[in-house]
């Protein structure tokens, strides 16, 4: 059974501008959650969907953005990209939200200019 | 708790040693904990899990142990080997039970092995 795939792996922007970043889950798996991981504050919960509805959100700015699709693949969305916002965002899954444990993706490295 | 992760926690080790790692949890309701390890350009990977109603638990070479009174984990991975080398992370649900689809992650733990 094929992991949890994140694209694209390597994403280079520039401040201002805004990216989507795409993942898609094991496939059964209905729930998906998105994480930012960077040097300075280790790995932080962004959002968490199932069934096309957001269940929970981390304490991040509006800029940060997501959704689910009826297939359960996900996208997030960054606008207005602040240096700041360079990371690896990784993306994990489960069967549904009660389900333990989560199944990462080996994540989408951002990098601001 | 928060993760912080500017200064990780490092354990160094000869090969063959065991390797003992170790977490504090913040949330006492926390009913379940686990184990990742994150090897370099990889996501987190899954070793083991234990439920709050347990104090220890056992999978291939590795042990988690719960100490709920003090809120402590620890993992231990016997035997350690050069492909252990990586960054291990504890992390726990924070969405009051209703999901586990928002974990908290410390800060993690760099082990290197040595041969």
């Known amino acids: 059974k094929a992991g949890v795939t994140q694209t694209p792996r390597y994403l280079i922007k520039t401040r201002g501008q805004q990216v989507t970043l795409s993942c898609s889950p094991i496939?059964?798996?209905?729930?998906v959650s998105w994480y930012q991981q960077t040097p300075g504050q280790g790995l932080q919960f962004l959002f968490e969907y199932f069934s096309e509805t957001q269940r929970n959100k981390g304490n991040f700015p509006g800029r940060f953005s997501g959704r689910q699709f009826s297939n359960s693949r996900s996208e997030m969305n960054v606008s207005t990209l602040e240096l700041g916002d360079s990371a690896l965002y990784l993306c994990a899954s489960s069967p549904q939200p009660t389900s333990q444990p989560q199944h990462f993706g080996d994540g989408t490295r951002l990098s601001i200019l | 708790g928060e993760s912080v992760g500017l200064h990780l926690p490092t354990l160094s080790v000869q090969e063959g040693d065991n390797s003992i790692i170790n977490c504090a949890y913040s949330?006492?309701?926390?009913?379940?904990f686990i184990w990742y390890k994150q090897e370099s350009g990889k996501g987190p990977q899954f070793i083991i899990d234990?439920?709050?109603?347990?104090d220890k638990r056992q999978g291939q070479r590795v042990t988690v142990l719960l100490n709920k009174t003090v809120k402590h984990l620890s993992l231990q991975i016997a035997a350690t080997q050069p492909g252990d080398s990586a960054v291990y992370f504890c992390a726990e649900p924070t969405a009051g039970g209703t999901s586990y689809g928002k974990l908290t992650f410390g800060q993690g733990t760099i082990l290197t092995v040595h041969p």
């Open positions: 496939s059964g798996h209905r729930s």
């Open positions: 949330n006492s309701a926390s009913d379940y």
């Open positions: 234990i439920r709050s109603n347990m």
